[in-house]
Each structure stands twice: as C-alpha cells, then as structure tokens.
C-alpha cells in the first residue's frame, strides 16, 4: 500500500512540475513578445517625427509631459498625461499620438479614443492627429 503513495505523490509531483514549467515559459514569451512590441514601437516612433518633419510639422516635441488637477470625493489629485507628440503646423497647436498594428490606430479602438479624448479635454489643441505608422497615415481627429 505504501509503494502506491510513493507512486502517486511521484505522479502529482511530475504533474505539477510540467504545469509549473508551462506557466513560467508561457510568462516569458509573453514578456518577450511585449519587449518586442516596445522595441518596435519605440523604433516607430522614432521615424514618425521624421514623417511629421515632411507633413509640415514644426517644433516638434516628443513625449512632453503636461498635468491636470482633478477632485475625487474632495480630494485634488493631479494626473499626468505624455502625448507622443507635440508641435504646429501652420500656426496652430497640434497634438499628434502615434499608432501601430492592426486595430490601435482606429478610432474604434476604445482605449486609443478614450487618450484622444482626454488629450483634446485637457490641452484643447488647435488639431488633433492620430498617426498610423504601420501606414504612415495621418488622421485629423475633432470631437
């Protein structure tokens, strides 16, 4: 009776081992997969200043950090927000953020139309763009 405990704590043992294993590989492929997808956007961003340069863009600045107060039950909290892209074109103030892939660079994307919004709500540019780098589209965005 004894030698089938042994056999089965081995058993639950090994089973656990594999599952163990799988769930740390499966956490670093994903961790690998979003290194990649941060290099790459990175890279992106890079070259969108480039094509900003080209659409007319001036005094283009990256990744410039503005604050806003808000009051939750009372209590202000300041929050900060870092467009991709700051600059003018044509005398107007424009913020421009900086998409890639297949459904980030659409306004049906919810989380990309909630920052647009916020960044509108909150800086209230003369224009507004949303870059698709993956197409090297600019798109005028108003609310």
């Given amino acids: ?24 590989f499966n956490q670093y492929r994903l961790n690998q997969r979003q ?3 941060m290099k790459l956007g990175k890279k992106l961003e890079a070259k969108a200043q480039k094509v900003l340069s080209r659409k007319g863009f001036k005094n283009i600045r ?7 107060k808000l009051i939750e039950d009372g209590s202000q909290k300041v929050i900060k927000i870092i467009p991709d892209f700051t600059a ?9 953020e ?4 297949q459904s980030a660079p659409s306004v049906y994307n919810e989380s990309t139309r909630r920052q ?10 003369d224009r507004l763009y949303l870059l698709d780098m993956g197409r090297q589209q600019l798109k005028e965005i108003r609310f």
């Fill in 88 to 96: 003018t074109r044509h005398g107007k103030f424009c913020v421009i």
């Fill in 1 to 24: 009776m004894n030698e089938y405990w042994l056999y089965g704590i081995i058993i639950l043992l090994v089973v656990l081992s594999f599952y163990l294993f799988r769930l740390v």
């Fill in 35 to 37: 290194k990649k997808r």
């Fill in 116 to 125: 647009l919004l916020e960044y509108n709500f909150v800086l209230k540019p």
């Fill in 98 to 101: 900086v998409k890639t892939g």
């Fill in 62 to 68: 990256y990744q410039k950090q503005y604050n806003y």
